[in-house]
């Protein structure tokens, strides 16, 4: 059987979203699924943070001592926006267990409240998803 692909769209909230990391990593190791479930996350950059890093000045090789201001400027930024990709690669032999992953996963606490996609084989942007999650680190 072929993959199957979940995609958490956390927003800026990181701490859900390493909630919800904890979560799988736990059921990953209390039921012995190995690589059957593999997780990567996706982080873009909001667009003013990038631009703020664009902007800056190169850094000299003496480390300068920032003022509390120049911190709160830089806290005030809105955070990236996380995306948790999550494979589930079953064979096929176990078709039930695939199934019971997909159904249990988006209903479960950390994942409920965000937007959730199920891609399987059969759709079309399945290839797409495949490259994106193979290329994440």
């Known amino acids: ?16 979203a390493q909630q919800a990391r904890h979560k799988l990593e736990a059921w990953k190791q209390g039921f012995r699924l190995g690589n059957k479930l593999l997780l990567k ?3 873009e950059e909001s667009p003013e943070k990038s631009a703020a890093h664009d902007s800056a000045e190169p850094k000299s090789p003496a480390p300068k001592k920032k003022s509390p201001a120049h911190d709160k400027d830089e806290k005030a930024a809105p955070p990236a926006r996380v995306r948790l990709f999550v494979r589930l690669d079953f064979s096929d032999h176990e078709k ?7 159904d249990r996963i988006p209903t479960e606490d950390p994942f ?12 079309a942007d399945f290839a797409k998803t495949a490259e994106l999650f193979e290329s994440l680190d």
Not at 96 to 102: F, M, T
Not at 112 to 123: F, G, L, P
Request: no cysteine.
């Open 1 to 16: 059987m072929a993959h199957s692909y979940l995609i958490f769209d956390f927003g800026a909230d990181e701490e859900a």
């Open 41 to 43: 996350f996706e982080r």
């Open 96 to 102: 039930l267990s695939h199934q019971r992953w997909l």
């Open 112 to 123: 409920k409240a965000v937007d959730a996609e199920t891609i399987r084989a059969t759709d």
